[in-house]
Antibody
Framework: EVQLVESGGGLVQPGRSLKLSCAAS????????MAWVRQAPKKGLEWVAT????????YYPDSVKGRFTISRDNAKSSLYLQMNSLKSEDTATYYC?????????????WGPGTMVTVSS | DIQMTQSPSLLSASVGDRVTLNCKAS??????LAWYQQKLGEAPKLLIY???SLQTGIPSRFSGSGSGTDFTLTISSLQPEDVATYFC????????FGAGTKLELK
């Protein structure tokens, strides 16, 4: 059974940093592109980052480019999101998600999410 | 950036009804569209990919159609467990989600 479990969320002050983790199991982690998607309270979904199977290629929207870094450790079946210079608008539930194929970037499995609150 | 517009934002329907949710892209995305269901307090679940392909394990009452800029998610016979918010997502260029349609029972 595919499982994705995020951790590392919490309350952080504006301008500070936070690192999220996602532990994957039930599939061959190294064979899949992975991503982070976030959802602000009572809002819609926003794609945050995608990483290739080896980790050599990463992709971000302009809203987080230069502040967030996605990475992975295939030996540990783990995905990470380093978030720097956090802003109040980064407050959201962050989901770890698996991309079904390299060709089509939809997300076939999601973790339950971890909440990040950016506030002084 | 490609914008995704979903309508209606709120839909009330009765058990057994045929329900149609709409999603419109700001430019041609061919069939690069997915639909997700999100129940309250849960993560999204993939229902449909490539506009009309049913994800494994999803009931056949769910179906998707459309291409280009206009897409539809249809529930052929609404069930109580279908109460949720439904999001569309384009993956033709980057990833963009619609704002969602909240489906409730009448």
């Amino acid at each position: 059974e595919v499982q994705l479990v995020e951790s590392g969320g919490g309350l952080v002050q504006p301008g500070r940093s936070l690192k999220l983790s996602c532990a994957a199991s039930g599939f061959t982690f190294s064979n899949y592109y992975m991503a982070w998607v976030r959802q602000a309270p009572k809002k819609g979904l926003e794609w945050v980052a995608t990483i290739s199977t080896s980790g050599s290629r990463t992709y971000y929207p302009d809203s987080v480019k230069g502040r967030f870094t996605i990475s992975r450790d295939n030996a540990k079946s783990s995905l990470y999101l380093q978030m720097n210079s956090l802003k109040s608008e980064d407050t959201a539930t962050y989901y770890c998600a698996r991309l079904d194929t390299v060709a089509y970037w939809y997300f076939d499995f999601w973790g339950p999410g971890t909440m990040v609150t950016v506030s002084s | 950036d490609i914008q995704m517009t979903q309508s209606p934002s709120l839909l009330s329907a009765s058990v057994g009804d045929r329900v149609t949710l709409n999603c419109k892209a700001s430019q041609n995305i061919y069939k690069n569209l997915a639909w997700y269901q999100q129940k309250l307090g849960e993560a999204p679940k993939l229902l449909i990919y490539n506009a009309n392909s049913l994800q494994t394990g999803i009931p056949s009452r769910f179906s998707g159609s459309g291409s280009g800029t206009d897409f539809t998610l249809t529930i052929s016979s609404l069930q109580p467990e279908d109460v949720a918010t439904y999001f569309c997502q384009q993956y033709y260029s980057g990833n963009t989600f619609g704002a969602g349609t909240k489906l409730e029972l009448k």
